[in-house]
């Protein structure tokens, strides 16, 4: 158990719709990466939060969005999905604040499997 | 551009083949490499960080090594529990700060 908790576990949906999917990052954690893994590929980087602000962000599409909230957990906002969209999620959580000489390993969810039909 | 590529993409080996994976990057600067291992269904488990060429670190039957173009996960001796998708990742600053994957090495243990 990595300490990260992600929901919900599995969510199926029809296209057009908006979905929410949540992360609580391991106690004492500051940074939230988000990461999308489709099918037989690798995980994409998509957005990285740092103790409510925004460090980094990846091939994030404009229909996502995503916030740390001050108790530090955060969502992902995935809206007017797409077939394309069905993925596994995951979130993972770092004491460190993320670039030069302050990244380190990550811990991550055990995921969201979103299912878009 | 900054690129993480793995090889094989699958390797199936017998109980006790011992065998290397491969990680190559181009990253201007690394600033460490780490080495993730995931299950099925399963979020990655970090295994090992590497920061230098030269460095080697070890944990039970995996031996991971870095040089200035590549690193290898070395397996002795494996298990069927040793089977597993092998990811590296290295961290990126460039315009952004942010940490890339690679697409990963399909391990396959028969027993």
């Known amino acids: 158990d990595s300490g990260v908790t992600q929901t919900p576990k599995h969510l199926i949906t029809a296209t057009g719709q908006r979905v929410t999917l949540r992360c609580s990052p391991r106690?004492?954690?500051?940074?939230v990466y988000w990461y999308q893994q489709s099918l037989d590929q690798g995980l994409q980087f998509l957005i990285q939060y740092y103790n409510g602000e925004e460090r980094a962000k990846g091939n994030i599409l404009e229909r996502f969005s995503a916030q740390q909230f001050p108790d530090l957990h955060s969502e992902l906002n995935l809206s007017s999905l797409e077939l394309g969209d069905s993925a596994l999620y995951f979130c993972?959580?770092?004491?460190?604040?993320?670039?030069?000489?302050?990244?380190?390993?990550?811990?991550f969810g055990e995921g969201s499997r979103l299912t878009v039909l | 551009e900054d690129q993480v590529t793995q090889s094989p993409e699958a390797l199936r080996l017998q109980e006790g083949e011992s065998s290397s994976l491969n990680c190559s990057y181009t990253?201007?600067?690394?600033?460490?490499l780490f080495w993730y291992r995931q299950d099925p269904g399963k979020g990655p488990e970090f295994l090992f960080t590497?920061?230098?060429a030269g460095e080697e670190k070890e944990k039970e039957r995996l031996k991971a090594t870095l040089t200035k173009k590549e690193s290898f996960l070395h397996i002795t001796a494996p298990k069927p529990e040793d089977s597993a998708t092998y990811l590296c990742a290295v961290p990126v600053y460039s315009s952004a700060s942010k940490i890339i994957f690679g697409s990963g090495t399909r391990l396959s243990i028969r027993p």
């Open positions: 590497l920061y230098s």
């Open positions: 106690s004492g954690d500051l940074s």
């Open positions: 990253v201007s600067g690394l600033r460490g």
């Open positions: 993972a959580s770092s004491p460190l604040r993320g670039g030069d000489g302050d990244t380190g390993e990550l811990f």
